[in-house]
């Protein structure tokens, strides 16, 4: 069937056909061995993913991208840690929200969105306060469409031996991801990004030995406790509470499909389609709000002239079939909107998306 409604969002995101019919599995029950070679195989194909050797592990709960890394900063910060948070974003809050919310101690060091932290301030407050035990950010900023400089802080994780924490949402599938180079010790994901299914499961590939160290930590959550999934996993090769199979078996065919496209083959298409938009946006007369050095492959924030109403612009482009997202926070008041491309978008859907965005501006200009 022709399809009529396209997600150019950043996420969830539109799914391939392969990842839909993986939906229609049999009826299983989750502590079986069907299922346990499900969650084995999609474990073992998601380390490739994130690059990462037999160091580190994949965990993975029902829930969403919140889900993962509410349950690495819950389950990992004892009352002797004291966390180092870099945001430059909504997204980077969330997770200041989340260090408040379990009363972790924290710096934080706070950019304007779209304004890369600083790695030699990072050093200097290493140097200046021995106790910041580790290091938080996220990988994109995706408020602001902003590649944060992972591999740089990765690099002073290292040299300063801090645990290193990163949140890549909606970066992984999309960008060059790579644990092991970048010394990152803790890494989320959720499945309804650039790894291309459908919404339900929140991904965390961890260090193992990071995981150890929890062990003298009191609980926080019953739920979201990564010590009791991950030795569910190792013991049972089980999750702890009884997950969504039908994500799982979606997820499973999605990353098998990624690794068959190849990954850097996967990053070079959304940077194909990146570009075609990106053009396109241009050639409208309209303004990007990142600097192309620093952009997403995956997400596009463009300012829209005032005169335009976000709102009447975003509701038009749903009804002629194409989802977009307003600006989140202060950045809607800056007419800011995005278009995503991520999941099963490919370079020939760009352009008849252009050509609607563009008659839908016309149709507010007059
Ligand atoms: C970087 C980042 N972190 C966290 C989240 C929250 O994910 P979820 O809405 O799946 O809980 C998002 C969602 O877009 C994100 O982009």
Do not use: W
Not at 86 to 101: H, S, V, Y
Not at 207 to 230: D, I, V
């Amino acid at each position: 069937m022709a399809k009529t409604h396209f997600l150019f969002s950043p996420g969830p995101v539109m799914v391939s056909d392969n990842v839909r019919n993986a939906l229609l599995h049999d009826d299983i029950g989750h502590r079986v061995p069907e299922f346990t070679a499900v969650l084995q195989n999609l474990q073992r194909n998601l380390l490739k993913v994130y690059r990462a050797d037999d160091r580190y592990t994949v965990l993975l709960i029902t829930g969403s991208g919140t889900a993962a890394n509410e349950a690495v900063i819950s389950s990992y910060f004892g009352n002797t840690h004291h966390a180092l948070l870099l945001t430059n974003g909504e997204f980077g809050d969330r997770l200041q929200e989340m260090l408040d919310i379990h009363r972790i101690e924290k710096t934080v060091l706070r950019y304007e969105y779209g304004v890369r932290p600083d790695p030699a301030e990072v050093e200097e407050l290493l140097k200046k306060n021995p106790k910041i035990s580790a290091i938080i950010m996220t990988f994109q900023e995706s408020a602001a469409s902003f590649i944060n400089p992972v591999q740089e802080i990765g690099t002073l994780a290292g040299k300063y031996n801090k645990t290193y924490i990163v949140d890549a949402v909606s970066a992984l599938g999309g960008e060059d991801v790579d644990v092991l180079r970048d010394n990152i010790d803790f890494c989320t994901c959720s499945s309804n990004k650039c790894l291309g299914s459908l919404p339900g499961v929140g991904i965390i590939c961890a260090k193992r030995s990071k995981l150890e160290e929890m062990r003298n930590n009191r609980p926080k959550t019953a739920y979201l406790n990564l010590l009791r999934l991950y030795d569910m996993s190792e013991q049972y090769h089980q999750t702890t509470n009884t997950p969504s199979t039908t994500q799982f078996f979606a997820l499973d065919a999605a990353v098998k499909e990624l690794l068959d496209e190849g990954m850097e083959e996967r990053i070079a298409r959304y940077k194909r389609c990146a570009r075609i938009l990106r053009d396109g946006v241009k050639k409208m007369g309209l303004r990007m709000f990142i600097d192309e050095k620093d952009a997403s492959n995956t997400i596009t924030s463009v300012l829209l002239p005032e005169y335009i109403d976000m709102d009447d612009f975003v509701q038009r482009m749903e009804v002629k079939g194409y989802t977009v997202y307003p600006g989140k926070g202060h950045l809607k008041d800056l007419n800011l909107f995005q278009i995503g491309n991520m999941g099963n978008i490919f370079e020939e859907m760009c352009t008849p998306f252009l050509e609607t965005m563009s008659e839908t501006l016309h149709e507010l200009q007059d």
